[in-house]
């Protein structure tokens, strides 16, 4: 069973950063693409950035220039580096891998971590 875990979240001051991470375990084929996205307060969920397997990225337009998204060193991580916060965005961050192997499209979800940043 595939399972995605984020760490990183925390409370933080306008202007400050944070790093999440997200270590996946159950997988035994790389992901075609992993991808971090948030739900603030009486939002939808939104995606924020991306990172296919041949290594393209893609970025919200309200993160570009202040949010990086990298692979780890370990099989299946993901990491977002997020720089200049303000409390726009403060969500709970969720960590995503989707794709498709042979007929079978998958699309897995780890639980979140909260983001808060104060003003």
């Known amino acids: 069973q595939v399972q995605l875990a984020e760490s990183g979240g925390g409370l933080v001051q306008a202007g400050g950063s944070l790093k999440l991470s997200c270590v996946t375990s159950?997988?035994?084929?790389?992901?075609?693409?992993m991808a971090w996205y948030r739900q603030g307060p009486g939002t939808q969920r939104e995606l924020v950035a991306s990172?296919?397997?041949?290594?393209?990225?893609r970025y919200s337009d309200s993160v570009e220039g202040r949010f990086t998204i990298s692979r780890g060193n370990a099989w299946n991580t993901v990491h977002l580096q997020m720089n200049s916060l303000s409390p726009e965005d403060t969500a709970v961050y969720y960590c995503?891998?989707?794709?498709?192997?042979?007929?079978?499209?998958?699309?897995?979800w780890g639980q979140g971590t909260l983001v808060a940043v104060s003003s």
């Open positions: 995503n891998a989707n794709g498709r192997l042979a007929s079978y499209d998958y699309d897995y």
């Open positions: 159950g997988s035994k084929f790389r992901f075609d693409r």
């Open positions: 990172l296919t397997s041949t290594g393209s990225k």
